[in-house]
């Protein structure tokens, strides 16, 4: 995933992040909210793990 730009990472984990909190505040309880909050959850994880190896990956200098 070398062509996703830094930039549209952050963009999509900060919007996973809104949506997990917003998930948090409705009035979803039960089953419906844990799968959501573990589908966002997982999601936002994998952004900023992409994020790191992008940084890792990157050449210093």
């Known amino acids: 995933m070398k062509n996703v730009s830094t930039v549209w990472l952050i963009i999509i984990a900060g919007i996973l992040v809104l949506a997990f909190v917003l998930v948090m505040n409705s009035g ?6 844990v799968v959501l909050l ?3 959850g ?3 994880v994998a952004c900023f793990a992409l994020l790191v190896v992008n940084a890792v990956g990157r050449p210093h200098g």
């Open 28 to 33: 979803l309880s039960g089953v419906a909210q």
């Open 42 to 44: 997982i999601a936002a």
């Open 38 to 40: 573990a589908v966002l």
